[in-house]
């Protein structure tokens, strides 16, 4: 198992439970990072699910499976934590969620969507990533992914330009042995990675706060709707 694995699969276990109820009780943090703020926009790029086959890559607790599920598409999903699927498990208990890694994902079919929220910046090899997405998407289909906005590095006063590890601070987190490595890439690198691995790139959204935000969490909204933290990226399987 590779180093970033390792350290993904010690701090989600800690906090599974509570990761779970901050995104689906009422909580300025679960609610305004994820439901108000990724979200929207990932639900704008995937469109239409409809009787599409998607699988969710990283699909945490199972909130996107079963809202996607809800949505009339036919959702399979996966994840390296055994603390998080016993969560999407018991949320999805009609679904096939799986243990396992994005660098060997734990299914050989094929989907028509794969779709990432908040996922790929654990993963510091894009180049593996990207080669198990081909493995498991149609020709012409899609692969979806929210990450860290890349101009956000900023925001902690770290430097743009060096891709390497970074901590997101986790600012509700009582739990201080949370300590979550994340790898940062600039948007040059990310094009490069997108382009040499086969894909286009088909739409791109900076995550814009919902409208709803500003009457819930009007610090958060005024901040996020100024300096970007999170983006979603659209690639075609060419
Ligand atoms: C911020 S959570 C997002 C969960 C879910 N995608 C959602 O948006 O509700 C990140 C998830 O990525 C999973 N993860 C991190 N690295 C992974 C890897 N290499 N392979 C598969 N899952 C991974 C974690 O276990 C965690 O459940």
Request: net charge positive.
């Amino acid at each position: 198992m590779k180093e970033d694995e390792k350290e993904v699969l010690k701090n989600y276990a800690l906090s599974a439970e509570k990761y779970h109820n901050m995104r689906t009780k009422e909580n300025p943090y679960g609610w305004f990072f994820n439901e108000l703020l990724e979200m929207p926009s990932t639900l704008k790029l995937l469109g239409n699910v409809k009787n599409k086959k998607i699988l969710d890559f990283g699909c945490g607790t199972g909130i996107y499976a079963k809202l996607l599920t809800k949505k009339g598409a036919k959702v399979k999903g996966f994840d390296i934590s055994p603390e998080m699927l016993v969560i999407a498990k018991r949320e999805n208990p009609i679904l096939e969620l799986k243990i396992g890694s994005g660098y060997k994902i734990p299914f050989n079919e094929k989907f028509d969507i794969v779709t990432s929220s908040l996922v790929v910046h654990y993963l510091k090899d894009w180049n593996k990533m990207f080669d198990e997405i081909k493995r498991v998407l149609k020709k012409g289909g899609v692969f979806i992914f929210s990450t860290g906005n890349p101009v956000a590095e900023m925001r902690f006063g770290k430097d743009y330009f060096h891709d390497k590890k970074t901590y997101w601070p986790w600012s509700d987190n009582k739990n201080k042995k949370m300590k979550i490595p994340a790898y940062h890439k600039t948007y040059e690198q990310i094009i490069k990675d997108i382009l040499t691995n086969g894909f286009e790139i088909v739409d791109y959204k900076d995550c814009f706060p919902d409208k709803k935000a500003k009457k819930l969490f009007p610090k958060e909204y005024k901040e996020f709707s100024e300096k970007p933290i999170f983006c979603v990226w659209k690639l075609k399987l060419k």
